[in-house]
Nanobody, 115 residues
Framework: QVQLVESGGGLVQPGGSLRLSCAAS????????MGWYRQAPGKDRDLVAA???????NYADSVKGRFTISRDNAKNTVYLQMNSLKPADPAVYYC?????????WGRGPPVTVSS
């Protein structure tokens, strides 16, 4: 059974930083690309960042230069380092993997940016 367990969300002031973690189980983590999506209230779930098995990364234009996705295959964990957080960044952030034909999602830690 595939499980994605995220941690690291919370409240941060504008300009602050947070690091999200997503620990995967039930899959051979190292052979799958991983991604982070986010969804704000009333909006679609959008891709934030993705990382391939070889470490190639891809980012939404809105987070380029501020967010960094990385992975540790030894720990079956993918990370999202979020710096210079803006008022436009608050959302629920979801970790995802597609080991077959359907995606699996974590429960999504909320991120709030407020002074």
């Amino acid at each position: 059974q595939v499980q994605l367990v995220e941690s690291g969300g919370g409240l941060v002031q504008p300009g602050g930083s947070l690091r999200l973690s997503c620990a995967a189980s039930g899959i051979t983590f190292s052979i799958y690309a991983m991604g982070w999506y986010r969804q704000a209230p009333g909006k679609d779930r959008d891709l934030v960042a993705a990382i391939t098995t070889g470490g190639t990364t891809n980012y939404a234009d809105s987070v380029k230069g501020r967010f960094t996705i990385s992975r540790d295959n030894a720990k079956n964990t993918v990370y999202l380092q979020m710096n210079s957080l803006k008022p436009a960044d608050p959302a629920v952030y979801y970790c995802t993997v597609v080991p077959g034909t359907e995606p699996y999602w974590g429960r999504g830690p909320p991120v709030t940016v407020s002074s």
